[in-house]
């Protein structure tokens, strides 16, 4: 079975402080897919990112930048320079390349609050 | 916007009672998932279907149901609705085998 965990419950900074948001995933898979999706206060659930098992490269994007280590299973989501509209629910999603659903589970999410 | 829209937005009703939630998937999109998002139990996957056919279930209850339709749109019909049940209920839609889901902007269901 699948897991992620994301053990930060809550986060607070700062405006333009950097935040990370820490992921670990199990699965058995040798090939699976991981995910960063966002939940505004507004409640609709953004994508952010995919990343495949098979490509540990990371990415850097505007601000946003993806830290994944399959030696630790850990896909690590980082905020430079946080700004209030950072605010937000974060989720951490993993799916297996298993037939016939490669249906998603999502981390408990971690709550994301900037102040100015 | 996600390109996948779920009506309705909002709604209230009572204990005992029926509701259906529909949702449009994305254009060309084949497979359609359902999640519930819950204060105690976060986002679980209910159901997915794929161009019509059930493909996967997860933790739905046997009071819940879903369909997906051959305009591929989806109804998810909540019955004998409990206290519990209230939630957010979001639909997602995935373009190929492997791809993302993409959410719509889910229907909160408040159950009185």
């Known amino acids: 079975a699948q897991k992620v965990t994301q053990a930060q419950t809550e986060i607070s900074v700062v405006e333009k402080e950097d935040v990370t948001l820490d992921c670990v995933y199990e699965?058995?898979?040798?090939?699976?897919?991981l995910f960063w999706y966002k939940q505004p206060p507004s409640g609709e659930l953004v994508f952010l990112i995919r990343?495949?098992?098979?490509?540990?490269q990371n990415e850097i994007s505007g601000r946003y930048s993806w830290n994944f280590q399959k030696s630790t299973s850990s896909f690590n989501f980082t905020i430079t320079a946080s700004q209030v509209v950072d605010s937000a629910v974060y989720f951490c999603?993993?799916?297996?390349?298993?037939?016939?659903?490669?249906?998603?589970?999502f981390g408990a999410g971690t709550t994301v609050t900037v102040r100015a | 916007d996600s390109g996948v829209t779920q009506t309705p937005k909002h709604l209230i009703t009572a204990t005992g009672q029926r509701v259906t939630l529909r949702c449009s998937p994305r254009?060309?999109?084949?497979?359609v998932y359902w999640y519930q998002q819950s204060l105690d139990q976060g986002l679980q996957f209910l159901i997915q279907?794929?161009?019509?056919?059930?493909?996967a279930k997860g933790n739905i209850l046997e009071r819940f149901s879903a369909q997906q339709f051959p305009d591929l749109h989806s109804e998810l019909n909540l019955s004998s609705l409990e206290l519990g049940d209230s939630a957010l209920y979001f639909c997602?839609?995935?373009?190929?085998?492997?791809?993302?889901?993409?959410f719509g902007e889910g229907s909160r269901l408040t159950v009185l």
């Open positions: 997602a839609s995935k373009t190929g085998v492997t791809g993302e889901l993409f």
């Open positions: 699965t058995r898979d040798t090939t699976y897919y």
């Open positions: 254009s060309g999109d084949l497979s």
């Open positions: 999603a993993l799916s297996e390349a298993s037939p016939p659903d490669y249906k998603l589970s």
């Open positions: 990343r495949n098992s098979f490509d540990e």
């Open positions: 279907y794929y161009n019509g056919e059930e493909r």
